[in-house]
């Protein structure tokens, strides 16, 4: 009986301490900028818009700046073949953005339209910087923002 009991307590902590699907708040990215190999991006100043809006706190758009960064990493490690592929990568990043919404607005600010112009306008810069003709409608497809 303690035997079982044991075992309910492990799985009980087990299942507490896995991330729990579809929360993707937590940006856990370990790369830099100088990690993108490609030069123009390497230096490319993400997010310049909304970094320059005090609207916007400066660590969660740090946030979706390591984003966008390891969205570059991620496009220079798996070279996409086509733009589905590419469209899986961006989806995924975009999906990230989605998962801030809410620290936006628990701080007071949002992305609404100057933030989605700046983060659109710099998946569309990303997609062609590594030579993708993509429609910048579809990179962000699963945006909610």
Known sequence: MKYL?????????LSCSQPQKGNTT????NVTQQDIKNDTLSNYPFLKDMYSDSYFPK???DKGKAILVDLCVQIEKEQPKNLEDLYKLTHAATEKFNGLEAEFLKHNSEI??????????DFEFIAQTYGYKA???ELIAPRNW
């Open 5 to 13: 009991l044991f075992i309910f307590i492990c799985l009980a902590l």
């Open 135 to 137: 429609d910048v409608e």
């Open 26 to 29: 937590h940006i856990a990215t």
């Open 59 to 61: 660590f969660l758009v």
């Open 112 to 121: 609404e339209t100057a933030a989605r112009e700046s983060i659109a306008a």
